[in-house]
């Protein structure tokens, strides 16, 4: 299983970036996804996430600025940033938790992460 993330890059502090990320491989079925980020120097932070049901949840520092969403039939999940921060630089990554078959083999999936970077 593979995880592609684009849509990162560098903005003005206001402005929007849309991130997308495509699973590719043995894929039976997926559960979730969410959007984690890391600053340098910091952990890794839960941004947001949704289940294949669309049930979703964001960090608590999204407030309203970010939508998460998927398109099942691409296997691709979506993160819409508004109102972007320069507090919002980091490398962004995507997960996935997954079955890759009927009998429940998988589990978590990472991409590369993709680079964002706000400026005031």
């Known amino acids: 299983v593979q995880l592609v993330e684009s849509g990162g890059g560098s903005v003005q502090a206001g402005g929007s970036l849309r991130l997308s990320c495509a699973a590719s491989?043995?894929?039976?079925?997926?559960?979730?996804w969410g959007w984690y980020r890391q600053a340098p120097g910091k952990q890794r932070e839960l941004v947001a996430a949704?289940?294949?049901?669309?049930?979703?949840s964001y960090g608590d520092f999204v407030k309203g600025r970010f939508a998460i969403s998927i398109d099942n039939s691409k296997n691709t999940v979506y993160l819409q940033m508004n109102s972007l921060k320069p507090e919002d630089t980091a490398v962004y990554f995507c997960?996935?938790?997954?079955?890759?078959?009927?009998?429940?083999?998988?589990?978590?999936?990472w991409g590369q992460g993709t680079q964002v970077t706000v400026s005031s």
């Open positions: 997960n996935a938790a997954l079955y890759s078959d009927p009998l429940g083999d998988g589990g978590d999936y």
């Open positions: 491989g043995s894929i039976f079925t997926l559960n979730a």
């Open positions: 949704i289940t294949s049901g669309g049930r979703t």
